[in-house]
């Protein structure tokens, strides 16, 4: 499997903006679908964004589309996460998820259990 490290969180003030990253090592990126997931206090896991193996496909919580962008670069193996116009309710700690496109079949999912590898999380508090 592939191992995940997210990294770019922070404290930020609402309004502003942050980019996650996520590198990924050990296996060969480019066969990965990969997405972003966020859990805040005393809430479930929700899906954040999510990109196919190609980069051609995109997929956005409805909570942040038009603010977040989800990109990834395999030459360094490497996801992004791209948020702006930030919010309070932003607040949570982001994880990155990978599949390989072998199991998923490379899509953009949305659904957590498409997801089979995860990173440790990265804290993201946004304030007023």
């Known amino acids: 499997q592939v191992q995940l490290v997210e990294s770019g969180g922070g404290l930020v003030q609402a309004g502003g903006s942050l980019r996650l990253s996520c590198a990924a090592s050990g296996r060969p990126f480019s066969m990965y679908a990969m997405g972003w997931f966020r859990q805040a206090p005393g809430n479930e896991r929700d899906f954040v964004a999510a990109i196919s193996v190609s980069g051609d496909s995109t997929n956005y919580a409805d909570s942040v589309k038009g603010r977040f962008t989800i990109s990834r670069d395999n030459a360094k193996s490497t996801v992004y996460l791209d948020m702006n116009s930030l919010k309070t309710k932003d607040t949570a700690v982001y994880y990155c998820?990978?599949?390989?496109?072998?199991?998923?079949?490379?899509?953009?999912?949305?659904?957590?259990?498409?997801?089979?590898?995860w990173g440790q999380g990265t804290q993201v508090t946004v304030y007023t």
């Open positions: 998820a990978a599949r390989h496109a072998y199991y998923s079949g490379g899509g953009a999912y949305r659904a957590e259990s498409k997801y089979d590898c």
